[in-house]
């Protein structure tokens, strides 16, 4: 950015360590002069909030189900707080949560990333109308709803080494009418949307970006 004319900065903060976001948001202050838009992109899965076929349903691994939602939830509603403020002291701006289409459907296995995303999703809608009430239209939450990209995390769940994909890889694929996973990149268009004036009459969506995985019935 900085290379082509631009101007950036890369801090790094725990999304759940209020101090350490606040020490952040500080420095961009001081860079910026103000903070107009904010993207909660923390989140993400854990071993142990994972139930494999072979374990009970009712044994499942509390702790780690517990870790995963409050990273998801609180790794959003913290940020926020923190730089929500800062917008609020601006005057305008725009927050995108970022949310998965697990909020949605149920997803086997991952029942802990599942709840962290609907809590997402809710806390998404109750804020934006709090904001709504509060700011008028000068500030704005939505949520994105990614389908399923191909990342490091998830590459060996979903393919193969030779490129092929493993069973559960196969099912998505069935179920997503565009017939591919999504490319990281192709979340940029929404996201910029999002956060621009473009969608300056938009608040309290969830909008999904998933090769139409979250609609179709299968049939």
């Not at 934006?128 to 590459?155: H, W």
Request: proline share 4%; hydrophobic share 45%.
């Amino acid at each position: 950015i900085n290379k082509n004319g631009g101007k950036a900065i890369a801090l790094i903060a725990d999304a759940m360590d209020e101090e350490q976001l606040i020490a952040a948001r500080e420095k961009i202050i001081a860079a910026f002069g103000k903070i107009d838009g904010l993207v909660n992109a923390a989140g993400g899965n854990m071993p142990d909030g994972v139930l494999q076929p072979e374990e009970s349903v009712f044994k499942m691994k509390m702790d780690g189900m517990k870790k995963v939602l409050d990273l998801n939830l609180w790794g959003t509603l913290i940020p926020t707080q923190i730089f929500g403020e800062a917008i609020a002291e601006t005057g305008r701006g725009s927050i995108v949560n970022i949310s998965s289409m697990n909020s949605k459907k149920a997803v086997t296995k991952v029942l802990g990333y599942n709840m962290g995303k609907a809590a997402v999703d809710c806390y998404t809608q109750w804020f934006a109308v709090e904001l709504a009430n509060r700011y008028g239209d000068k500030i704005r939450m939505n949520a994105l709803a990614p389908g399923f990209f191909l990342t490091e995390q998830n590459r060996n769940l979903l393919t193969t080494p030779d490129g092929g994909f493993t069973p559960r890889g196969q099912s998505v694929i069935k179920q997503t009418p565009f017939k591919r996973f999504g490319d990281p990149d192709e979340l940029k268009g929404a996201l910029v949307w999002l956060l621009s004036d473009a969608s300056q009459f938009v608040t309290g969506a969830m909008i999904c970006v998933d090769g139409g995985f979250s609609i179709f019935s299968g049939v």
